[in-house]
């Protein structure tokens, strides 16, 4: 596959919800992976 194909296809593939990609153990911890709360961290 050409890099214009993968990024067609992965273009076309929907995100999941991030209670789906985040194991169990660490839903407590769900807040600090969304997004708009997560701007407030510096940068690594």
Known sequence: ???SQVLAQAHK?????????LPPYSSDYSDRFEKKKAERFPPS
């Open 13 to 21: 593939v929907k995100a999941k919800p991030l209670e789906e990609l």
């Open 1 to 3: 596959l050409s890099t």
